[in-house]
């Protein structure tokens, strides 16, 4: 939840900022001068440190940033600045050098960035670090600043602060932490950046992490001569509030847009998920861990050989082959007889599916469902059911009313667990925030908006309405768990387009920035992350230190729907960062499978009841972490299957006749075959951003030579060429003509 800021100047200064009215007042020296956007940016060398000031021409406030660590006895000198820099200085005393480089962008929204490289002159230690920004009130005192903080850096999620200056009225300001930079310092000093953007105002910004001080073990040094960097701030800065919490989330994604365009990339390489796909198949039928059979049926085990079957985790699987059938033209066995035995779930005395079939053993509370849990077999139930499955069409019509009943009891508003058979809550509130499941109101208005297009009964539609309004207010505190905010964003937009309301919509950039307030942002080389990327990766839950394959794959196909009924109004900035997000997933979800990792990266034991880790299946670990630990601690997720199905389905697009798959990291929008050997190809990602398009050799085919140009005819050369394979990097926004011989 927001929070709001007021300080009265009377109350005791800290040591950091004393030092900025030192560097405001006559003891210091300015250095130079320079515009961003309606922003004047005064560089001003202090005592101890040298700081960055920004202010607007109509004296509505400003921002300080310290732009050096803190350094005594230091000489300021400026430098010749390098390509991109508006300017560049070096700061020098007995600690060591650092080089301090600035950079503006001025284009939807004005930006500051500062990335600082500190080389020791011996080996040093750095015991503490003060945050890095000030609010400035008036007379430039921070004391006398007021505003709200909306959302600061969450764990080792990206290393954000978002807030306003309300007084005097600056704006809107989004503090952004590169943290990929700083891999090099925290692996020396053994520190990871773990809530490292945040504070108490008006001191705020990055808490440079720094090794313990206790003496025993001795601090990892920073070694002589070696260059650090110790700061890669983006500060994105605008004139306007927001007028609400909707208003509010559109502009954080603006910002956060801004920000990530000036980030360097990581790449994004081709992965074989069809390969995967086929092997996680054979897996599936064959491996006796994966299955276990009760009343005639065969049910999927959660974990390796471990868990009891449930609802939730047979119709994920259930629904992922679905899309495949569908992407292969043909139903695989394997979907027919998981769903066979679905009807078992089913107590038809309380009108619902149930988590757990009638012979679950006596060790699990048979009543006991997390809220989540209810609904989210429906989802996939429903979507069989639009898809023409009968037996899928049944059940879900049978379960609404039961859904319904538990939503109007709750108010809408749902604990983390319940029992089934009276609502008796069992688990009210998430420990670390003390709030209940908040955002399953998105995967309900979901359910509820796929039982208004199957039946055209209105009571659906209020029923996704209502839970959608009573989330209004909640802001960045909406996010629980990754994927049902995901599903919430894509009922929104769905309700947006039934409706015609433009609350819906943009209750979605609410929905989607709760979302990527908890994602990561940066790649980590911490230890073993340095096997796998972690890059736009997302926290399961709003709580969690690691991000799990089932949200991953759950939340791509919810953006998918979510796209898919985007239309030209979205915001920009959304649009872009879900094809960011999605392209990124094609990419980091490989490194879930254990066969992906060295054996040493994975976990020795697994949750208790979780099973055992097998790295020649084909099926994914649940837990990657940004900090490096080892990976699949919680298990080796069989549920977490179909992700295979669902990226192989959406990357790889059938062309008749030709002698290739085509393969894209970006949802594809529309192929049309304009001649027998071309097709135009229209992708909307972002529209300074590149997506990744290749020729996948057919079986018993070979590739003939192919070109790709842009609409407008401009040839794009191929950065990889096999006998099986041609890759280009195009333009992720607009229309491609792609030819062969």
């Not at 309900?444 to 989330?471: C, G, H, P, S």
Request: charged share 25%.
């Amino acid at each position: 939840m927001a929070t709001k800021a007021d300080q009265d100047p009377a109350l005791p200064a800290s040591p950091g900022l004393l030092a900025l009215r030192k560097a405001l007042g006559n003891e210091s020296k300015r250095l130079a001068t320079f515009s961003a956007g309606d922003l004047g940016v005064e560089l001003r060398a202090g005592p101890d440190a040298l700081w960055a000031v920004a202010r607007r021409s109509d004296g509505a406030g400003g921002l300080a940033i310290r732009v050096s660590l803190p350094a005594s006895d230091a000489k300021f000198e400026r430098l010749e600045p390098q390509p991109g820099d508006i300017a560049r200085v070096r700061v020098s005393n007995g600690l060591g050098v650092q080089d301090i480089r600035l950079r503006i962008r001025s284009e939807e929204h004005a930006s500051l960035r500062v990335i600082v490289r500190f080389t020791p002159t011996a080996d040093t230690s750095l015991p503490f670090v003060p945050r890095d920004l000030f609010a400035l009130g008036a007379r430039d005192e921070p004391l006398a600043a007021k505003g709200t903080i909306e959302a600061s850096q969450r764990g080792l999620n990206s290393g954000l602060l978002y807030f306003q200056l309300e007084r005097p009225r600056f704006g809107n300001i989004l503090y952004f932490q590169n943290l990929t930079s700083l891999n090099d310092y925290c692996l020396a000093t053994e520190t990871k950046p773990e809530d490292a953007v945040g504070g108490i105002w008006p001191e705020l910004g990055f808490l440079l992490p720094t090794p313990p001080q206790r003496g025993a073990p001795e601090p990892k040094l920073l070694p002589a001569g070696q260059d650090f960097v110790v700061s890669d701030a983006i500060l994105v800065l605008r004139p306007d509030f927001p007028s609400d919490e909707r208003d509010s989330a559109r502009h954080f994604l603006q910002m956060l847009g801004t920000a990530y365009k000036s980030l360097d990339l990581p790449p994004a390489e081709y992965r074989d998920w069809l390969r995967r796909a086929v092997r996680t198949l054979r897996d599936l039928d064959e491996a006796p861990e994966a299955t276990i059979r009760h009343y005639g049926h065969r049910y999927v085990h959660p974990y390796t050989a471990a868990e009891y079957p449930d609802a939730m985790v047979q119709m994920s699987i259930v629904s992922a082959l679905h899309d495949w059938g569908l992407w292969s033209g043909e139903t695989h066995p394997l979907e027919t007889e998981f769903m066979a035995g679905m009807g078992r779930f089913y107590d038809a005395k309380l009108g619902t599916i149930r988590r757990y079939l009638p012979n679950v053993g006596n060790d699990k509370d048979a009543d006991a469902v997390d809220s989540w849990y209810l609904y989210h077999p429906l989802l996939n139930l429903g979507k069989l059911a639009l898809n023409g499955n009968a037996k899928a069409k049944r059940l879900f019509l049978d379960s609404l009313d039961y859904g319904i009943r538990a939503a109007h009891h709750f108010g809408y508003k749902w604990p983390v667990q319940y029992k089934v058979t009276d609502f008796t809550v069992i688990t009210e509130t998430a420990g670390a925030d003390g709030r209940g499941q908040t955002d399953v109101g998105g995967v309900y208005a979901w359910v509820m908006l796929q039982a208004f297009e199957l039946t055209v009964d209105k009571r659906f539609l209020d029923e996704a309405r209502a839970a959608i309004d009573a989330a209004i207010g909640l802001g960045f505190a909406l996010n629980y768990q990754a994927n049902l905010t995901a599903w919430g964003a894509a009922a929104c937009m769905r309700l947006w387009r039934v409706t015609n309301r433009d609350v819906y919509l943009e209750q979605s950039y609410v929905y989607l920035a709760s979302f990527f307030h908890n994602c990561e942002i940066w790649e980590s080389r911490l230890g073993h992350a340095a096997h796998y990327s972690n890059f736009m990766g997302v926290t399961c839950l709003q709580d969690a230190p690691y991000m799990a394959i089932y949200e991953c794959f759950d939340s791509f196909i919810a953006f998918e729907r979510y796209l898919d009924d985007s239309g030209p109004d979205l915001e920009p900035a959304a649009r872009m960062l879900l094809a960011e997000y999605c392209r990124y997933t094609l990419h980091r979800a490989i490194h879930y499978y254990p066969d992906e990792l060295p054996p040493e990266a994975i976990a020795k034991e697994q949750r208790e009841n979780n099973g055992h880790v097998d790295r020649k299946l084909s099926f994914p670990l649940e837990d990657l972490y940004p900090d490096g630990q080892p990976a699949g601690q919680v298990g080796q997720e069989i549920y977490g299957a179909g992700a295979a199905f669902i990226f192989a389905s959406r990357a790889f697009h059938h062309v008749e006749d030709a002698p290739f798959l085509l393969y894209c990291d970006h949802f594809v929008r529309a192929i049309e075959r304009t001649e027998p050997r071309t097709l135009v190809v229209t992708l909307d990602g972002g529209e300074t951003c590149v997506a990744g398009l290749s020729l996948i050799r057919r079986k018993r085919r070979k590739l003939t030579p192919a070109k790709i140009s842009t609409i407008d005819g401009d040839m794009l050369r191929a950065h990889e060429t096999s006998a099986d394979k041609v890759s280009f990097h195009v333009p992720a926004n607009g229309r491609l003509l792609v030819s062969w011989e």
